[in-house]
């Protein structure tokens, strides 16, 4: 998107043909007929066309992709009269059909990660990604094993805060 955003069209093209699986199978689970799902699947890349310019790089790209069809879902409903059958704020469902999703997601917390102090940033990582014990990290980087506990706790606790005031 961010290429996108700076004339690539050829990473526009690629944008939308690797979302186009990712909404249909959203609209599908959620709608079951093949009709409507491709009905909203047209709305929302009209949509994301329309608002691109709108898209904050700084924020995770999956959650305002989300947004923009969960909002024609919310549409579709009030115009049909239909009530939901299963919940609109399952994000995750929207991303999880394709392996793709994985590598998106690696994105949005690899750009969380980079707003935290380097320290924290590979001390997050160590623990909560590459799995390591909080006594393996701190041999590491060689610190005390409560000092890696707090620094991770408080880096998450940023990194939480952070997501909060980017969904308000």
Known sequence: MVRSQGGDGAAYGELLRRLNGHLRAYYLRRLGTPADAEDLLQETLIAMHARRATYDPSRPFT???????????????RRSRRRAEQPLDDADVLFSSQASGAAEAQLDVERLLGQLPERTRRLIRAVKIEGLSTA?????????????????????????????????
């Open 63 to 77: 959650a305002w992709v989300h947004a923009i069809a969960r909002h024609k879902l919310i549409d579709h409903y």
């Open 136 to 168: 393996e990290a701190a041999a590491r980087h060689g610190m005390s094993e409560s000092a890696v506990k707090v620094s991770v706790h408080r880096g998450l606790k940023s990194l939480g805060t952070r997501v909060g005031e980017e969904e308000a």
